[in-house]
């Protein structure tokens, strides 16, 4: 098991922008995908971003494209979401999670994500 730690979440205002990361602890094998899921208050947890650590490939929900983007560093391990443009509806709690190898490309479903992150709030003031 992977441990993953997120971090960059906080206050911004309507319009702003931020970077979260998410660290795992050790690198691992194989062709895996990593992604980011936020929650927000009564709500279920969505689908926001995903890449493919190998690839690159990406793919976005339809409420973020084009003003997130979603990175990896494979030499640090980390995950990276830069989030542009932000408003009141990205209010949520953000989490990073790995899927084990994989034959796809990317993956938008949480069931197949089996590591998660403890999460990092981000507060978009209106």
């Known amino acids: 098991q992977v441990q993953l730690v997120e971090s960059g979440g906080g206050l911004v205002q309507a319009g702003g922008s931020l970077r979260l990361s998410c660290v795992a602890s050790?690198?691992?094998?194989?062709?895996?995908?990593m992604g980011w899921f936020r929650q927000a208050p009564g709500k279920e947890r969505e689908f926001v971003a995903t890449i493919n650590w190998i690839t690159a490939h990406t793919e976005y929900s339809d409420s973020v494209r084009g003003r997130f983007t979603i990175s990896r560093d494979n030499a640090l391990n980390t995950l990276y979401l830069q989030m542009n443009r932000l408003n009141a509806e990205d209010t949520a709690i953000y989490y990073c999670?790995?899927?084990?190898?994989?034959?796809?490309?990317?993956?938008?479903?949480?069931?197949?994500?089996?590591?998660w992150g403890q999460g990092t709030q981000v507060t978009v003031s209106s």
């Open positions: 050790r690198p691992t094998m194989g062709n895996y995908v």
């Open positions: 999670a790995k899927s084990v190898p994989t034959f796809y490309l990317t993956l938008k479903r949480a069931e197949e994500y089996v590591d």
